[in-house]
């Protein structure tokens, strides 16, 4: 595909369970970004991933919160024994650009995730 | 804690008029960049401007940068009903290994 694409689009799911989020980057972006947004708010930052560097994982709201990336690719966060407050869409971008300077992010449609 | 706050939180014109929006940021950046949503949709790229530009044009966009105020306008000249959606500025702190931080957004409605 030529965008960023995130699995699922929706998930409902009962407080405690354990849910996985997925996103597959654009083909040779070498930054992926995840991100939280509650209803009408802005971009919370969750974790960063940078080429084979360390993940930034300072955005992480609590230990129930994961997310790895397997072969400098696809990502999957996942949340275990959610809670309500969890409810939000999570956002996932991905940039060609490396090192310094930033760069433009080239975001998916989000996983919209509700707790019960 | 958010790098960059938009101001207004929400803006209503008419259609044709000019809208503005602020974003203020509290460190030192590399650069800052302008995304639109649509309701219920990803963030799209506008616009970027580096740290040692002061004003950026891109159609009917005009972005401008004040690192001594520390502050960004976004302008969208002659608005159409199209252009309603939230816009967001976000910023690479040169002291957080250049991640992305978004402020709250503006929501902006275009009334045709």
């Known amino acids: 595909g030529a965008g960023v694409s995130q699995s699922p689009s929706n998930k409902v799911t009962e407080k405690g369970k354990d849910v996985e989020l997925r996103c597959d980057p654009i083909s040779g972006h070498t930054a992926l970004y995840w991100y939280r947004q509650s209803l009408g708010q802005g971009l919370e930052f969750l974790i960063y991933f940078q080429g084979n560097s360390a993940p930034d994982k300072s955005g992480l709201p609590s230990d129930r919160f994961s997310a790895e990336r397997t072969g400098g690719s696809v990502s999957t966060l996942t949340i275990q024994r959610t809670q309500q407050e969890d409810s939000a869409v999570y956002l996932c971008?991905?940039?060609?650009?490396?090192?310094?300077?930033?760069?433009?992010?080239?975001f998916g449609e989000g996983s919209r995730l509700t707790v019960l | 804690s958010q790098q960059g706050e938009e101001d207004p939180q929400a803006l209503s014109i008419q259609e044709g008029e000019n809208a503005t929006m602020n974003c203020s940021y509290k460190t030192s950046i590399n650069n800052l960049q302008w995304y639109r949503q649509n309701s219920g949709r990803g963030l799209v790229h506008l616009i970027l401007?580096?740290?040692?530009?002061r004003e950026k044009h891109s159609g009917r966009l005009r972005v401008t940068l004040d690192t001594s105020k520390k502050s960004s306008s976004l302008l969208i000249t002659a608005s159409r009903a199209a252009d309603t959606a939230s816009y967001f500025c976000a910023t690479d702190e040169r002291a957080a290994g250049n991640k992305l931080t978004f402020g709250g957004g503006t929501r902006v409605l275009v009334k045709p």
């Open positions: 971008a991905s940039s060609p650009h490396p090192g310094q300077g930033g760069g433009e992010l080239f």
């Open positions: 401007i580096r740290s040692n530009e």
